[in-house]
């Protein structure tokens, strides 16, 4: 996956614990039928400008043909997360890892389902979009022994609304995350400042940020209201909007071929405020990790 959709504009967000394993293979497989189409449009584009000009000049001994506005890279994909927010048991799932757009328009990439660039830079020196993204964080209270009583927190898909602005080698981005399932997963805002650099066929980036939560996300992830507490055995807790983390993005990506590459990245974050002190966080430093393989078409 492209390093601007990893760290930026299109931030690694897998936070929690992955979706059941129904939804993970529901998504690849849309996923899978995404890219037949997308590659069989994108041979197309490749094929389509040769052979009409060489109909429109049979005189013609070699057409050219255009640069295919697809980009198109799909592969496999591990994921690394807590179980769930302030856990120290972490999961691994295998997730599809997709690197999907087209004219740098319309995208698939990511945790990022489907989404658009509304607003795009020359260059690609800024975007301004929205997206259908899943960041599956959820909490059961089988996870752990004393999360009993708590309830459950279903994970579901989120609206995302971003931008970015990358100058030079440093890329700004901000990114707000709405629940739109109706379990009260409320609001989360994150903003990311990366410094990337390519070495050889190694591409490096690296960089801080924090994020913000409204106090739906913050009561539904780490309060415990007098009925929790009853039921639980856990001290009653009151949260409020504010700081969830701090983090640094760090991401490494590799072109073995013109056609494959590899890429590592990781968000090391650190719980602080309500997050960090609410009686159900156990670990307060977060480790987030999606490692992928792309083929290129």
């Known amino acids: 996956m492209s390093a601007r959709v990893k760290l930026a504009g ?41 052979t009409s000009a060489a109909s429109a000049d049979p005189g013609t001994a070699t ?17 690394v997360t807590p179980k769930y927010p302030g ?5 691994y799932i295998p997730f599809p890892a997709l690197d999907i757009s087209y004219d740098d328009r319309f995208f698939s990439q990511g945790p990022d389902v489907l989404g658009v660039n509304v607003l795009r830079g020359p260059a690609s020196a800024y975007h301004l979009g929205a997206a259908l993204s899943f960041d599956f964080q959820s909490r059961k209270e089988s996870d752990d022994p004393h999360l ?6 279903d994970g579901g898909p989120k609206l995302k609304l971003f931008a970015d602005y990358t100058w030079w080698a440093f890329t700004g981005s901000v990114a707000l995350y709405q629940d739109i399932a109706g379990h009260h997963q409320g609001t989360t805002i994150s903003t990311d400042l990366v410094a990337s ?34 039921a639980s055995g856990l001290p009653t807790y009151d949260t ?43 670990k307060r430093f977060e480790l987030n990790t999606l490692a992928s393989v792309n083929y290129k078409f």
């Open 10 to 50: 299109h931030g690694l967000v897998v936070q929690g614990r992955p979706a059941r394993a129904s939804l993970v293979r529901t998504l690849a497989l849309s996923g899978a039928v995404l890219a037949l189409a997308a590659a069989q449009a994108a041979h197309a584009d490749d094929t389509t400008p040769a």
């Open 240 to 282: 409020s909007a504010g700081i969830r983390d701090i983090h640094m993005n760090a991401m490494v990506t590799y072109d073995f071929s013109r056609h494959w590459n590899g890429s590592i990245a990781a968000t090391f974050g650190r719980l602080e405020h309500n997050a960090a002190n609410s009686p159900i966080t156990e």
């Open 63 to 79: 057409a050219t043909s255009s640069d295919s506005k697809w980009k198109i890279g799909v592969g496999p994909g591990l994921v």
């Open 197 to 230: 650099a390519p070495v050889g066929g190694w591409l490096f980036s690296v960089g801080p940020g924090f994020t913000w939560a409204n106090g739906t996300y913050t009561r539904t992830f780490f309060g415990v209201s007098q009925q929790q507490s009853a």
């Open 87 to 91: 856990s120290r048991q972490l999961s």
């Open 148 to 153: 009993h009583g708590l309830g459950d927190v």
